[in-house]
């Protein structure tokens, strides 16, 4: 059975910094792919952020580049963003999720997809203050 448990969120205020960690178990394969994905109330769930565990591959939302950075730890099975800089338009639920299938072109054709993801964790809540 597989699981994914978001942590990390949070009340700060705008400028701040926040660290998401997203541990995954029951997978077998070591070529995961990650994504981190949001929704704030009243909008579409968006990508974020996608890291390839196979190969380090990381892409962002245009809106969070420079601003976010998606790490994992492999021996951990554990996922981290770190969020930089907040924004109170940064305020949602934050989400990781795993495709059932990824493949190499997965973080850069499906980050904007998010219902081709199969597997979600229960999410974890960020809110920046103005």
């Known amino acids: 059975e597989v699981h994914i448990k978001e942590s990390g969120g949070g009340l700060v205020q705008a400028g701040g910094s926040l660290r998401l960690s997203c541990a995954t178990s029951g997978f077998t394969s070591d070529e995961l792919v990650i994504g981190w994905f949001r929704q704030a109330p009243g909008k579409e769930r968006e990508g974020v952020s996608c890291?390839?565990?196979?190969?380090?591959?990381?892409y962002y939302l245009d809106s969070v580049k420079g601003r976010f950075t998606v790490s994992s730890d492999n021996a951990k099975n554990t996922v981290y963003m770190q969020m930089n800089s907040l924004k109170p338009e940064d305020t949602a639920a934050y989400y990781c999720a795993v495709p059932a299938y990824p493949t190499v072109y997965t973080c850069q054709y499906d980050l904007g997809n998010w219902p081709a993801w199969d597997y979600w964790g229960q999410g974890t809540q960020v809110t920046v203050s103005s």
């Open positions: 890291i390839s565990r196979r190969d380090g591959a990381t």
